[in-house]
Structures are given as structure tokens and as C-alpha cells.
């Protein structure tokens, strides 16, 4: 039951981050920037009882990840300015 409650809440975050991106791109831009998937995760992963270790291990492996995500935005704004699709066969 748990699981269906977290899938629903984070549809629900999605969903309304997705809306003000269509609506306001910049804002949309900017929220979707939040980290609000690593705050759920964290608040999921706490909720359920996680060590904190297990939370700072998880923390880390995000600041890890944020250059990747970095230079994937990057890639995507130049590769979209150029008028690249974001799919090939569209």
C-alpha cells in the first residue's frame, strides 16, 4: 500500500511540475531544478525506517551525480537551440 501512496505522490509532483513548464517554461525550468525527486527520496527513504547512514550514503550519490545532469542540460539546450529533434524518428 505504501508503494502505491509514494508512486501517486510523486506522479502527482510530476504532473504538476510538467504543468507549469507548459504554462511558464522558465518557472517550470526552475521548479523542475528543485531537487524535489532527492527531497521525496530522502523523506521516503527516512519514512521507511533508513539509518542515517543509509541517507548520507544517498545524498552523496546524488551531489555525485549532479555533473552528469549538468552536462546532459547543457547538451540538451545547445542540441534543442540548433533545432536538433529530442526524437529522430518524429
Excluded at 552523496?60 to 545532469?69: C, D, E, I
Amino acid at each position: 500500500m505504501f508503494v502505491i501512496v509514494k508512486v501517486i505522490i510523486s506522479a502527482i509532483v510530476i504532473g504538476i511540475v510538467t504543468e507549469i513548464a507548459r504554462r511558464v517554461p522558465t518557472y517550470g525550468g526552475v521548479v523542475a531544478a528543485l531537487p524535489l525527486v532527492s527531497l521525496l527520496s530522502i523523506i521516503w527513504l527516512n519514512y521507511q525506517g533508513e539509518q542515517n547512514t543509509t541517507l548520507i550514503k544517498f545524498t552523496l550519490g546524488v551531489l555525485w551525480g549532479f555533473p552528469a545532469t549538468a552536462l546532459l542540460l547543457f547538451i540538451m539546450y545547445i542540441a534543442l537551440k540548433n533545432s536538433v529533434p529530442l526524437y529522430p524518428y518524429q
